[in-house]
């Protein structure tokens, strides 16, 4: 392989990981909106969806292993191709934990909520917010949309405490809602674990630009 057509290879990767984070992104939209209007299409379509995540994971992790056993990769290019390999690890649980709230979705279908969901839409636009941003930061290598992604996180987690204390409260006046509470706070854990997932690709934006590992989510 010569050092063009290796270069073009990694632009490849590049533009697939880029789609898959598209994908991604996509997902966490619609099985939030699945889940604030009850909409089991929409939950239907987003679990669907997840087949496509994998097996864009699935052909990116192949092109990765192929383009480094072709060539003697410079460091930069090593780095390059396991930033790749981490980053989709991680675009792929985002988009099993979309999946978890599709499902929720589907569960409670048939339910009233006991009060109008506000904070979940919030942390999911918070999430969305950082997966952009670390994507962003990836794209560019700016370090400083990295750490701007992060930052968000503290959000997130005020946002879960927040959710969780209402819940706690809702359930102790009305036990038949004890389920739908252990739901919706099920459904802030998963968009909690996509911030950190998301704050896992901005550790692997600064691993790239500066090969130091981070610990960001602490």
Not at 6 to 17: M, P, Q, T, W
Not at 50 to 60: G, Y
Not at 176 to 192: A, D, G, P, R, T
């Amino acid at each position: 392989m010569t050092r063009k057509a290796f270069d073009n290879a990694l632009k490849e990767i590049h533009n697939d990981v880029l789609r898959m984070g598209s994908i991604v992104e996509k997902q966490i939209h619609q099985c939030i909106e699945s889940l604030v209007n009850q909409d089991e299409e929409l939950a239907e379509q987003t679990i669907k969806n997840d087949d496509l995540v994998d097996e864009l994971q699935r052909e990116i992790e192949d092109k990765c292993i192929k383009v480094t056993a072709k060539e003697q990769p410079l460091a930069i290019d090593l780095r390059t191709v396991f930033t790749n390999s981490k980053l989709i690890m991680d675009l792929e649980r985002i988009a099993d934990h979309a999946v978890d709230i599709a499902k929720i979705t589907l569960r409670l279908k048939n339910e009233k909520y006991v009060k109008r969901l506000i904070d979940i839409p919030e942390m999911s636009s918070i999430v969305n917010g950082m997966i952009k941003t670390s994507l962003d930061s990836y794209v560019q290598r700016d370090l400083e949309k990295a750490y701007e992604a992060c930052k968000m996180d503290d959000k997130i987690d005020a946002l879960f405490k927040k959710v969780f204390t209402d819940m706690i409260k809702i359930a102790e006046k009305d036990e038949s809602k004890v389920n739908q509470m252990i739901q919706l706070v099920l459904v802030c854990k998963y968009l909690e674990r996509i911030a950190d997932r998301a704050t896992n690709i901005c550790e692997g934006t600064i691993y790239l630009v500066t090969g130091e590992q981070k610990d960001l989510n602490e």
